[in-house]
């Protein structure tokens, strides 16, 4: 079975830094997507970016950028410029995707709160 | 820009009724899911749904839930006989899957449910 794992429950970074969030996971297979999710205190889940891992490019959004490293199963998000408005739960999640199509249900780490100091 | 509905928003039942959560998905998508998420906790998959039929399911997801697209445009989840423990915000979302233009899960907004 697949897990996520983050470490860092808590955040907290001065408005205008940059912060990095750390996610490692577990699985067998080869061809899968991992997200970070921001939940904010709605607690509507927003993705926030994806990594597909056959690509060894990292994906970036903005400001926001991940560090994927397949071979030691570890997905960072790093956060530039930090906002007031980034202020929220950061989940980062992995879901294996069917070759025909179709995904399987996502697998949640129990996400990083993060916090931004004006 | 399509999103996925979710309603109630917010339903108070008392432990041992019956609740039914009710989702619109996109319309275009193909896979429907159920997630759950106890306050503090972190999101739990429970259940996925492709062409009318259960395609996976979470050791959560045991006999007190089913999944059923009762017509073309809705998609429900229905918990027989609510516990205490079933208190928890409910996310429906749902993916387009074939040639994908998005590897993206919509979320809906979220059922929170309340057992007293």
């Known amino acids: 079975a697949q897990t996520v794992t983050q470490s860092q429950p808590e955040m907290s970074v001065q408005e205008a830094e940059t912060v990095t969030l750390s996610c490692t996971y577990d699985?067998?297979?080869?061809?899968?997507?991992l997200f970070w999710y921001k939940q904010p205190p709605s607690r509507q889940m927003i993705l926030v970016i994806r990594?597909?891992?056959?690509?060894?490019q990292n994906a970036t959004e903005n400001r926001f950028s991940v560090n994927f490293q397949k071979a030691a199963k570890s997905f960072s998000l790093k956060i530039s410029d930090s906002q007031l408005g980034d202020a929220a739960m950061y989940f980062c999640?992995?879901?294996?995707?069917?070759?025909?199509?179709?995904?399987?249900?996502?697998?949640f780490g129990k996400g990083t709160h993060l916090i931004i100091q004006p | 820009e399509p999103e996925v509905t979710q309603t109630p928003s917010h339903q108070v039942t008392q432990m041992g009724q019956e609740v039914i959560l009710r989702c619109v998905p996109i319309?275009?998508?193909?896979?429907f899911y159920w997630y759950r998420q106890i306050l503090g906790q972190k999101v739990e998959f429970l259940v996925s749904?492709?062409?009318?039929?259960?395609?996976?399911k979470s050791e959560i997801f045991d006999d007190q839930f089913s999944v059923e697209r009762p017509d073309g445009s809705n998609f429900t989840l229905k918990i027989r006989s609510t516990k205490l423990e079933d208190s928890a915000m409910y996310f429906c979302?749902?993916?387009?899957?074939?040639?994908?233009?998005?590897?993206?899960?919509?979320f809906g907004p979220g059922t929170r449910l309340t057992v007293t």
């Open positions: 749904f492709y062409n009318n039929e259960i395609s996976e």
């Open positions: 979302a749902s993916f387009e899957a074939e040639q994908p233009s998005s590897y993206e899960q919509y």
């Open positions: 990594q597909e891992a056959y690509k060894q």
């Open positions: 319309s275009n998508h193909l896979y």
């Open positions: 699985t067998s297979e080869s061809d899968y997507y």
């Open positions: 999640a992995y879901s294996f995707m069917y070759s025909g199509g179709g995904a399987d249900g996502l697998t």
